[in-house]
């Protein structure tokens, strides 16, 4: 039956369903938003992102993972059944096969608990992949071949580094430092440089819109509201890409140095396969503009970022399952 392979790529910041045969059918933020009082689910994904920071005191809009690991179980429980429904429709004969994506450095019981998780959410079967792989999949890399990969898959939570080869990986670190942080880094910024206060979600605009890792060509900017620290009072202040650079400095530098910690630990014919075919970046926090430029220019290896960065890995996931049944068929 087709769609009885899933493949969802459970993130920090969204979570995308991958069915056999149709492709990426879901993208939508990872967050839930509950009523405390009577502990109901009021919304999910994209509703409930539009309420972060915006809700009356009894409704949270809460993510359930954090850093690629589950914080709320139970929630992310429900939110997993929502998205495996609303992905396959009412058409399910039988329980879905479903692979999910968890990040390299997760724990054995945190494994664990996105199996049982998934398993409670309807699946028969359940593979847990890591995400370098399943990013490097989805980026189009055969990683059946004795070569080797490197892929630095940024998502929102964690950012994935991986030398794979021989459909394994060689040598790996995984760091809480990505899309997320990227966000944080700017509020900071806003707040000690301009003394304003702005929420996660403007900062989120301004990464997406300005924020650069290298110097750009020419200074863009945006105006910005928030609200001014010493006067109390809303205000709006125009901000420059430059201003951006110098706010995810710290940030994008601490991805740069685990990048050049993989190289160091990657055998030397290894290194020499990265050398030649350069490192292929992956995940949403990739889109940041001169991200490549700036791991280019520190490693001197040629970057370049996939064709999709964003579904990489649900796309990954979803084909791991295929690659598997295809090992045991």
């Not at 690629?68 to 939110?79: A, H, L, N, P, R």
């Amino acid at each position: 039956m087709l769609g009885s392979d899933i493949g969802i790529d459970l993130g920090t910041a969204s979570i995308l369903v991958y069915i056999k045969g149709k492709g990426v059918v879901l993208k939508e933020p990872s967050v839930v938003a509950f009523d405390r009082d009577t502990n109901k689910i009021k919304a999910i994904g994209e509703e409930a992102r539009l309420m972060i920071g915006r809700t009356p005191g009894n409704i949270i809009a809460v993510r359930p993972l954090r850093q690629g690991v589950i914080s709320d179980y139970t929630v992310t429980e429900k939110m997993l059944k929502y998205f495996i429904q609303k992905a396959g429709g009412r058409q399910r004969f039988r329980k879905p096969r479903i692979s999910v994506c968890v990040p390299s450095g997760v724990t054995e019981v945190e494994k664990k608990a996105v199996e049982d998780a998934t398993y409670n959410a309807g699946a028969r079967e359940v593979a847990i992949i890591e995400e370098p792989i399943a990013a490097a999949i989805g980026a189009g890399i055969d990683i059946s071949k004795p070569c080797g990969n490197m892929i630095v898959d940024i998502g929102g939570g964690t950012s994935d580094i991986a030398v794979i080869s021989l459909g394994g990986t060689v040598v790996s670190t995984s760091i809480k430092i990505a899309g997320d942080d990227f966000d944080e880094a700017i509020v900071r910024y806003m707040r000690k440089k301009h003394n304003l206060l702005i929420g996660e979600r403007t900062a989120e605009d301004i990464k997406i819109k300005i924020g650069t890792a290298y110097r750009r060509p020419e200074t863009i900017s945006i105006d910005v509201r928030g609200r001014n620290l010493v006067t109390g009072l809303p205000k709006t202040i125009s901000v420059t890409s430059e201003e951006t650079e110098e706010a995810l400095k710290e940030t994008t530098s601490q991805i740069v140095e685990a990048v050049h910690s993989v190289l160091e630990k990657t055998p030397p014919e290894l290194a020499a396969d990265i050398a030649d075919r350069g490192i292929v970046l992956t995940g949403g926090g990739s889109l940041l503009y001169g991200l490549e430029e700036l791991i280019e220019e520190k490693t001197g290896i040629t970057t370049m970022t996939a064709e999709d960065p964003m579904t990489a890995v649900a796309i990954g996931t979803g084909k791991y399952v295929e690659f598997l049944s295809g090992k045991r068929d």
